[in-house]
């Protein structure tokens, strides 16, 4: 079997070294034009709570398979194992509730069902080169996480997760509890960036990738709340400055625009360009796909 984990992020031990994506040359967000200028005015993206999403409840599930792994491997383990692994089904409750943020990303930078959510009237695609995209996840401690949809793979990612956590604890020795906490938390902690990747498998067609948080306090300085008709909804603000290049323009990681399906795109382009004169945004286009097909 592949390694399912290295296959969607390499979710390892950070001094692994190893790369959190794979090639992936851009990845795009989908938003509306009050989005747009948002992002570009501020320089900064939002990154919603997890709960506060449609799809909170793959969440939930997710870390349902870590706590079944735990739980079902800890029957047969040895002492070093056996603690570590108990008090990790035990602390998964715990973390379901935890606030972790995430913002997300298609590999398809023209998706009709994108537009059809974000962009109805008028939307905005961003393409954000995946290398600076990295750069700014991890500068704010979040990961680049290609999202998992077939339900066995979520299975096997849990498994595949305990495997690799049980290697780098001494199977032969009893752990004190300070220990055996501090252990647990890390393998939950770490799980629970993947568990936010989950998604519905009729969702597939749109090769989703998420940046993913750690797990953050309620009063992390980047945390705000922001009001919808019906809700208040906690994000995390993600700075996306990257520097200014030799002609003083500031990179944000973006160099591609294209403009969504509407009746007026073409000045829609025309005034994004004079929003995003102060960056380094290379090239932009309409979209190619019908406004009547909204």
């Avoid at 998992?148 to 979520?154: D, G, L, P």
């Avoid at 969504?260 to 932009?284: D, F, M, N, V, Y």
Wanted: glycine share 8%; proline share 3%; charged share 25%.
């Amino acid at each position: 079997m592949p390694n399912l984990i290295e296959s969607h992020l390499a979710l390892l031990p950070e001094s692994t070294g190893r790369a959190t994506a794979t090639l992936q040359p851009r990845l795009f967000h989908y938003t509306t034009l009050q989005g747009f200028l948002g992002i570009v005015g501020s320089k900064m993206m939002w990154a919603t709570n997890i709960h506060y999403l449609n799809d909170s409840e793959e969440f939930v599930y997710g870390l349902g398979y870590l706590k079944t792994e735990a739980e079902t491997r800890a029957k047969d383990a040895s002492a070093g194992h056996q603690a570590v692994l108990l008090r990790v089904a035990s602390l998964v409750d715990y973390f379901k509730q935890g606030y972790v943020y995430t913002a997300s990303f298609a590999e398809d930078d023209d998706l009709l069902s994108q537009w059809r959510g974000y962009g109805v009237g008028g939307g905005v695609c961003l393409g954000f080169l995946v290398r600076d995209l990295q750069k700014i996840a991890e500068r704010s401690g979040f990961r680049l996480i290609k999202c998992i949809y077939e339900q066995s793979q979520k299975a096997a990612l849990a498994k595949e997760f305990i495997d690799h956590s049980l290697t780098a604890i001494d199977a032969t020795t009893a752990l004190g509890n300070e220990r055996v906490e501090e252990l647990a938390n890390q393998i939950v902690t770490r799980y629970q960036q993947l568990a936010c990747a989950f998604k519905d498998p009729s969702f597939r067609e749109e090769c989703e990738w998420r940046i993913i948080s750690k797990f953050v306090p309620v009063d992390h300085e980047s945390v705000k709340v922001r009001g919808t008709a019906t809700m208040l909804v906690p994000y995390f603000e993600v700075d996306l400055d990257l520097g200014q290049d030799d002609r003083g323009r500031t990179n944000i990681g973006i160099d591609t625009l294209i403009a969504g399906p509407s009746l007026q795109k073409e000045r829609i382009l025309q005034a994004a360009s004079i929003a995003t004169k102060h960056l380094t945004i290379e090239a932009s286009r309409p979209s190619e796909i019908p406004y009547r097909s909204l």
